[in-house]
């Protein structure tokens, strides 16, 4: 199998190639190459088992979008994206980068013509959705993206279908749960404090807490993002609907009990380390973000997430934190 | 008011204009010009009461996008497509046509800056809707395009939506029943029996029905069409959701209300012209379509559409054929 990640120096890119390096299989065939394109050189690990390429480019560029295609990647992993805040702050960017490189990606596969037909794993958002919404939402519900990211996301979901439908590719489309606990340092992201207030305190810093102990949201674990994208390219997309695109299972959990699950696995002091520091703007925007799914396309096409906030947690110190909390 | 018509030489085009030739006015003033553009030269009605230019143009050029807007139109009435069948057969037309030259208007509007915010009303498709489908549909139903020409428009809604909300333009997205009766020759649409039962018998003329009597679509007339436009370009847009498309009302009616309108119309005489020859094809595609809607929203915003299937064969006697049936 020949597989390409677009976005790879990205967190989930990253994590996806090293998983990769782990299982050696794909869709239950040997993987024989990879190739990993981002704006930056994606960093690569160790004792790669198979060919493996790195490459920056702009994936924005017709002629890049075909050249990436050129030796007939069995399976694409297309996770590139200029985040929602981004977006919003630069329409240009945003339009270029997550609605037209897709697009030019789609061509670029058309144009391979023959019998190419790729998977095409796409990782849409939550971001579809915008209030009103019911709680939980189901897998039915319409879509009113509220953002520029969302309305890229969408328009993307819309192309995707048709050129699944029209033979060019053969897309899977997941709408990831906020990833959660995201490593790294803190962005400015209006979705950030949901890492924050757990990664920070782990890690013996401070973290702020913009809102109430009441706001909800749905959650997945880094390491559930990259099982779902393993398992959505050996999928059997026969058994998708004609959207091919859905909202994945998470763990819904409030503020509240974030904070309880994180005082079970570290302790009150750990809980002591959140600053509680309202803001309505924050306040304001999360208002309008999804609270909890049903998911029930996604579980029953067989993907896993967490089950509780406290195995979110877990997998964060073991896949960050080496296991251990600091004291 | 300067107005600018894409896809002026269609039926609706033209008869848009003529509208605007009697009334004079639109969203409450003087309308002081209008540009027509299609792929042809449009034709142009006589006396005409203010400046009017037609040219033919290929949209699908930003460089003529530009140029269109470059007179800053206060109301933009965007009626271009290539139509479903077509969108289907020749993927390369359906998307340059359907989704990027209206990115390029969109784009080209953006490009004038400053306070330029002009109306844009676009005209969207019942066919943003797939199967499986309520009867009747509610205005908050899932858009599941099952055609290229579906994904397009439903593409196009979004970003009407997102050059709303970041002030580049004030649109709103009209998804039109099927126009019935409509006017001219038999075309190759599948959807065509349904103007070509009454438009053949009222003619002396045979029509073909390939489908059973209780198949149940949704209808206005042309005139209907055109006065749901002209509403369109003086609405306050403050009403309007964020998605800013919706349907607009209707008539439901089945295949037999049709024909029991037509014999109270024209006699048993003009029902007999009707030959039944089922087609599964033509029945399997129309059995994904939309039967019926609630159309709240476009009712509460005042738009009007006939009240029975009586007055859109009324109304395709009096604009079409003199107010006069043949015998």
Chains 1, 2 share one sequence.
């Not at 239950?28 to 920056?56: E, K, L, N, Y």
């Amino acid at each position: 199998m020949r597989i390409l990640i677009i976005g790879a120096a990205g967190m989930i890119g990253r994590k996806l190639l090293n998983r990769l390096v782990l299982d050696r299989m794909i869709a239950g065939q040997r993987i024989d190459a990879v190739q990993c394109v981002d704006v930056a050189t994606p960093p690569m690990p160790q004792d790669i088992p198979f060919a493996v390429s790195g490459d920056a480019a702009d994936i924005c560029d017709p002629a890049v979008a075909r050249r990436l295609v050129e030796r007939r990647p069995d399976v694409i992993f297309h996770l590139a994206a200029v985040v929602s805040g981004e977006a919003e702050a630069n329409f240009d960017l945003g339009y270029r980068v997550n609605l037209q490189a897709t697009l030019s990606l789609f061509e670029a596969i058309r144009a391979v013509g023959g019998d190419y037909r790729p998977r095409v794993v796409f990782t849409s958002s939550l971001a579809v959705y915008g209030a009103p919404l019911p709680d939980p939402v189901p897998d039915d519900h319409h879509l009113t993206p509220l953002t520029s990211y969302g309305v890229q996301k969408a328009a993307c979901e819309l192309l995707l279908a048709d050129y699944s439908r029209r033979g060019v590719l053969d897309g899977i489309g997941l709408r990831l749960p906020t990833i959660c606990v995201r490593p790294g340092l803190p962005n400015r992201a209006a979705s950030g404090f949901f890492s924050g207030i757990i990664r920070e305190p782990l890690n013996g810093l401070e973290a702020v807490l913009p809102v109430d102990d009441d706001v909800k949201h749905w959650f997945a674990s880094p390491r559930a993002a990259v099982g779902f994208l393993i398992h959505a390219a050996g999928l059997d997309t026969g058994r998708l609907g004609a959207s091919r695109s859905f909202v994945l299972p998470g763990v819904a959990a409030t503020v509240g009990e974030q904070i309880d699950a994180l005082r079970r696995a570290a302790g009150e002091a750990a809980v002591r380390r959140i600053r509680r520091v309202p803001d309505p703007a924050v306040a304001r925007i999360i208002a309008g973000w999804p609270r909890a799914f049903t998911a029930d396309q996604g579980r029953s096409l067989g993907f896993v997430a967490e089950s509780t906030f406290d195995e979110i947690i877990q997998i964060h110190v073991e896949d960050e934190l080496g296991g251990q909390i600091a004291a």
